[in-house]
């Protein structure tokens, strides 16, 4: 804990401040500081930065968790677009993934999962 001549290491110095700043300030200043250091980052890297570490932190994310993780996950989240969301929020992404997938695909496309879906409904009855 400490050194030579009663000085306190660079660790414990570190960590009274650490215990310090926490007694004297409040979840605003956290925030604030927090806010500062994101648009500073944002500032100084580009889309590619992001697109690296969210990769990353998804391929970890993957290594650590199981189906089951991912289920329940996706359910809360859709539980709480469902509470937050009305008829008309679901009509028009619904709408929208409509378009974007008119624009990019062919009759070939629809042709196809329309034999498909014609396929598995024979087959359920």
Same mark, same amino acid.
């Given at each position: 804990m400490t050194s030579e001549n009663n000085k306190i290491s660079r660790e414990e110095a570190g960590r009274k401040?650490? #215990? /310090? *700043? &926490? +007694? !004297? $300030?409040d979840k605003e200043f956290y925030q604030e500081i927090g806010q500062k250091g994101g #648009? /500073? *980052? &944002? +500032? !100084? $890297?580009?889309?590619?930065?992001?697109?690296?570490?969210?990769?990353?932190?998804? #391929? /970890? *994310? &993957? +290594?650590e968790h199981d189906k089951e993780y991912y289920q329940e996950i996706g359910q809360k989240g859709g539980e709480k *677009? &469902? +509470?937050?969301?009305?008829?008309?929020?679901?009509?028009?992404?619904?709408q929208k993934g409509g378009e974007k997938t008119a624009r990019e695909h062919d009759k070939e496309f629809y042709q196809e999962i329309g034999q498909k879906?014609?396929?598995?409904?024979?087959?359920?009855?």
């Open positions: 401040g650490g #215990e /310090k *700043t &926490a +007694r !004297e $300030h #648009e /500073k *980052t &944002a +500032r !100084e $890297h580009d889309k590619e930065f992001y697109q690296e570490i969210g990769q990353k932190g998804g #391929e /970890k *994310t &993957a +290594r *677009t &469902a +509470r937050e969301h009305d008829k008309e929020f679901y009509q028009e992404i619904g879906g014609g396929r598995q409904s024979s087959s359920n009855n």
